[in-house]
């Protein structure tokens, strides 16, 4: 995720994240990265749509 700098940031992206139904978040700010939980099937680009709407950039979508 780029664009993120500062605490608030991430918790901006979080806080995105986290309004996704079925969507548990936690972002890492050093490694410019979210890890989720998912409770139901959300597809990448609602994903990508939640962090671009809250004004960053969102680079990659990897399932673990």
Known sequence: INGMQCDHCRAMVEKALNAVNGVKARVDLKKKTAYLELSAPVSDETLKKAVS???????SV???
């Open 53 to 59: 709407d809250a004004g960053y950039e969102p680079v």
């Open 62 to 64: 990897e399932n673990l």
